[in-house]
């Protein structure tokens, strides 16, 4: 009698318990082990799988696939004359190099289709845009043309610029996306405005549907100023940059008196404002100026329910 | 038929006699007998809980002696954990074992396929579990051709009788060709 091969010849139902505990990554290299476990993940795939999957697009370097699996295991993908070389990374580490003949935006997307074919709802967790180097927006462009339409949850443009952000915002399918996040926002020159501060000007951004659609915004622009009504549509919202006037300020606190939908606002300034102008609005602190930190709290009745508006402000060294 | 007695001796009241495939007869104490879903089922069905009913052997046809011995080693060292209970779908799987755990299953391949088959007839989840995320944590963050090895699959690979040379036979081993790193189920476009 021949030896029972261990997983491969278990019972069907014991079968689906082990690839229950297996992350997506294992699944996938399981499936290439031989054609009866194949066969069997095809045809029960498993159902509890909640790994997250991310893309990130390093234009002039690479675009990756990220997987926790439990340790964070990717492959990455980056033009090679007229192949792509692909490198597949456990917990950023090299485990293994090949060529393949093709274009890199073609094995790319076999392998993302390949991974989400298997995933438990055909949405990313994140795609990640980080551009390191000014002008390489045809890359980018050509690489999200040819996905057509991203599914995401979270949408992160990394050293991107205004008409980057506009440009590349269209290719994400607003119905899933919930969480836009700007880091590092880079500032074009223009001959026009010699002021090393400018305005941070999101008209082309805040008109399209995706912008319009999502619950959570982060942005990081430390060499802009503000408008919050730029913002006031979120649920949740974190901004850091340069400065915000006073009144605007008092504006989000108004917002939330009569707004359902704004949940946590967090304002990070890199010039602070003048204290004297938010005590001729809000009054002095509810709680006693902490002498150590100089955090001041008010506190606001909500007048639609029974919720307290809650307003810290924690100066920074 | 010898009658084997577990470590702790069970008392005519509260013990019950099995009967593995090979004919040999376990007495097994009430209390190890509640970390099996069949036998537990069993038991309350014909109320040998009770000291006034006559308890009969019960034939448990797919386990061998030696399984059978493996599986109340189990069940005496878990004699006082707290019932199990099923782990919610979105927990994250640990592939961290107790010392004596991870010796216990420090089997070959086909005692550890025979003994989750027990596991799996007695219904003995926290075993039956355990044994799965053993058999995951062998798998994950493998290869496939580490997972082959672990699994004692060779039958998709052969040598080439001239050249020793391993070819690929059944071509679901190297994905229609493609390399070791691809994930993609289909073959890549020409």
Redesign the interface.
């Known amino acids: 009698m021949p030896?029972?091969?261990?997983?491969?010849?278990?019972?069907a139902?014991?079968k689906s318990?082990?690839l229950?505990?297996?992350?997506l990554?294992?699944i996938?290299?399981?499936?290439?082990?031989?054609?009866n476990l194949?066969q069997f993940i095809?045809e029960n795939p498993p159902k509890?799988n909640?790994c997250a999957v991310e893309v990130t697009t390093t234009p002039g370097e690479c675009i990756s696939i990220n997987m926790k699996?439990?340790?964070i295991?990717s492959?990455v993908f980056r033009p090679d004359g007229n192949g792509c070389k692909?490198?597949?990374k456990?917990s950023y580490k090299v485990?293994?190099v090949?060529v393949?003949m093709?274009n890199y935006i073609?094995?790319f997307l076999?392998?993302l289709?390949?991974?989400m074919?298997y995933h438990w709802r055909p949405v990313l967790k994140s795609f990640s845009i980080q551009q390191f180097e000014w002008d390489v927006r045809r890359e980018v462009s050509e690489e999200l043309t040819r996905i057509g339409c991203v599914h995401t949850d979270e949408v992160v443009f990394d050293g991107c610029s205004l008409d980057q952000i506009a440009a590349f915002l269209p290719f994400f399918n607003s119905d899933d996306l919930n969480k836009i996040r700007i880091e590092d926002l880079f500032k074009q020159e223009k001959e026009d405005q010699e002021d090393d501060i400018r305005m941070l000007n999101l008209q082309k951004i805040k008109q399209s549907e995706q912008w319009k659609n999502s619950k959570h915004v982060k942005i990081e622009a430390w060499d802009f100023y503000v408008k919050i009504r730029d913002f006031l549509n979120f649920e949740q919202v974190e901004i850091k940059c340069e400065m915000m006037s006073v009144q605007d300020i008092i504006l989000i606190k108004e917002s939330f008196l009569t707004s359902s939908r704004l949940d946590d606002f967090s304002i990070g300034l890199e010039n602070y404002h003048d204290r004297e102008q938010l005590y001729a609005s809000f009054g002095f602190p509810s709680l006693p100026v902490d002498p150590e930190t100089q955090e001041e709290e008010w506190f606001f009745r909500i007048p639609t329910n029974e919720d307290v508006l809650s307003i810290r402000d924690v100066p920074v060294e | 038929m010898s009658c084997e007695e577990p470590t702790t001796s069970p008392t005519p009241e509260n013990n019950i006699t099995v009967v593995s495939s090979d004919g040999k007869e376990f007495l097994l104490d009430l209390k190890l007998t509640e970390q099996s879903e069949t036998l537990a089922r069993l038991i309350s069905n014909f109320e040998y809980d009770r000291t006034d009913v006559k308890k009969d052997p019960v034939p448990l046809g797919n386990i061998t002696s030696a399984q059978m011995q493996k599986i109340i080693e189990w069940l005496q060292h878990h004699r006082y954990y707290p019932k199990w209970e099923q782990n919610d779908i979105h927990y994250s799987t640990s592939f961290t074992f107790e010392t004596w755990v991870e010796e216990y299953l420090n089997i070959p391949n086909n005692e550890m396929f025979e003994l989750l088959n027990a596991a799996n007839y007695l219904n003995i989840p926290r075993l039956f579990s355990t044994i799965c995320r053993i058999m995951a944590s062998r798998i994950t963050g493998k290869s496939a051709e580490q997972i082959r090895t672990v699994l004692n699959i060779k039958t998709d690979v052969k040598n080439d009788v001239y050249t020793g040379i391993p070819i690929q036979e059944d071509s679901s081993s190297s994905e229609d060709g493609m390399s070791e790193i691809s994930l993609s189920p289909s073959p890549p476009p020409i």
């Open positions: 030896s029972q091969t261990l997983l491969v010849d278990f019972p139902v014991v318990k082990v229950e505990k297996l992350d990554f294992s996938l290299k399981l499936r290439k082990v031989c054609y194949r095809d509890f909640s699996s439990p340790e295991v492959l692909m490198e597949w456990v485990r293994k090949v393949e093709g073609d094995v076999r392998e289709e390949g991974i074919k």
